[in-house]
Each structure stands twice: as structure tokens, then as C-alpha cells.
């Protein structure tokens, strides 16, 4: 098992995040009655952070989020999740749709059309089904309940290639407030925040959006930008984080970064283990590289022959070496252990 510097415990569950409430729904994209559909919303006003895919060819959605935080990073109160269509590559129809999306949400939870954030994830280069769009906002929205069950639906729901949920909660000791997390991710895998579905949300009390971007940031860069499956670069996919102050207290700033860096660890932990074809978990350490060291990871990680010496159990260790003197940073071979 690799050994991850956390300092709190982690749960693999949800439960217990004041004033938030999940659905995990079939609208019936998946044609076996599995969950395909999913709704997080929160009964007040959050201040809400995102961080993006680095892909030039951005989902509908993604454009739809990016431009809605611009202007309402202080007021988020809901995030729609469709799965089987990734809304990516459609068009104005597909910036369209995505603002259908959430108007029809806004107006099912009686919000304004602003507080809605929409994700989709799968299929590249297909239009939303709108009637099942619909239908979907309307059973999420009947079935919100801010049990553990709820959020263990929701978890499953934005599920597409994974073949388990991912879900994260973490509580300091002695305080009121808990910060908890969901995930999607198996397949296009690639550092750099750029191929999973995650959502974060808690009930501490964070007043400023651009406080909540830089924690966030701060959790992704040694999280969901440290790990690869295949190398590949999704077009959609999103990390949010939601903070709605539900709690009353205003957490320690150093405190509450340690436990969302804990809590993005977790659920960037478990899409490695999920990822597709993948039978082994490789974490790798670099040091003494004078701040090369995340490049010269990436290039290892990345290396299908590194991959495939990994895979046959071959300790061609010449392999590593080599991607290491790649990988575009000044080493010194003779230094190399």
C-alpha cells in the first residue's frame, strides 16, 4: 500500500455536511436501470471554486461553469451531473442545451438559473437527450435527502467506465464542520487536472471565493494533478468546490487546506486504483531534482515502457532512468539512485 502524508482520518462515505443534500438517479441514459443522473444541492448560497480540464477543446459545460463563477462564485447553490454524454464538442446546440440544463433545474428547486452548475461526462460528440435531461431533474430533484445513502447514490450516479463509487469525508477532531468529496475517473487519467468529475463540499464557513480558489488549487496540485492512468486529456472534466457556511465556523486556514488536500488524496487515490486495465498502483518519489521533480514524474508515469515494465513485474530499472533524462529537466546522471 503507498503511504500518503494525511493528517486526518478519511472515511469513504458521506454523511453529517450541514445544509447539503445528494440524489443518484436513472433518468436512462444507461439502458440496464444503473444511476446515471445526479444533483448536489445546498439550502443557502455557497462560495464556490472551480478548477478546469487544461484541454484547448473544452465541454459545453465546462464553458458554462467557467463563465458562471466569473460572475457568481459567491451564490452556487446546486451542481447537475448527467453521465453517457459528455455535452463536448456540440456546438452552440451544446452551450445551449448546457444552459438548459440548468435553467431547468433552477426552476424544479425554485433558485435562480445562476446558482446551477452543470457537468456531464461520456460520449464525445453526441447531443444531450433532452427528455431525458428532463426527466432526470425532475426524480433527482424528488429524491434530495442529505443522508449517507443520498450521497452514496449520487457517488454511483456520475460513475461511467469506473466500477465503484469514490466518495471521501474527513472531521477534525472538536470541530462542527466536515468537508466531504465525490468523485468519477477511470479512464483518461493524466496529470494537470485535466480528466476526472470531482465534487467537493462543506459546511465550514469561507467568505472569500478567491481564498476557497487558492485552497482548492493548492489540494489539486498534490492530488488529481499527481496522477496518470493512461496519459490521455479529457475535454469536460471539473474539480468544484462548494463551501456554504453552514457550520458557523470559520476554520484555521493552514487546518482546513491539510484536510482538503486529505480529501482530494482519497478520491484521486481510488480513480488510480480504478482506472481501466490497470492491475498495479505505482507511487512514484523523485527528490533532489531543484523543483524539476513533478516533470520528471510525469515523464515516468507517462512512459509506456515504464508502464509495461511495471506490468510484466520487470525490474528494468534503465527504463526510468532514461524517462528521467527526458524529461526536459537538468540532472545529473552520475548523481542518479
Known sequence: MPTFPTQFPVETRISGIKRFKAAGVHAGYKQDGALDFALIYSEIPCITAGVFTTNLVKAAPVLVDMERLRANSAGIRAVVVNTRCANACTGQQGIDNALMMARWTAERLGIREDEVLVMSTGVIGTQLNMDIIRRGIDL??????????AWANAAAAIMTTDTRPKAALTKPEDAVYGIGGIAKGAGM?????????GLVVTDAQISDPHAAHALLTKA?????????????????DTLLLLANGASGEAPEYNLFSEMLKDVCLQLAVEIVRDGEGATKFIELV???????????ANTIATSPLVKTAFYGGDPNWGRIIAAAGRAGIEVDPMQMR
Open 140 to 149: 433527482a430533484a424528488d429524491s434530495l435527502a442529505d443522508d449517507e445513502m
Open 189 to 197: 487519467i493524466a496529470p494537470n487536472m485535466a480528466t476526472m468529475l
Open 220 to 236: 489539486a496540485d498534490v492530488s488529481f494533478n499527481c496522477i496518470s492512468v493512461d496519459g490521455d486529456t479529457s475535454t469536460n
Open 286 to 296: 523523485v527528490s533532489g531534482a531543484g523543483g524539476g521533480e513533478k516533470a520528471i
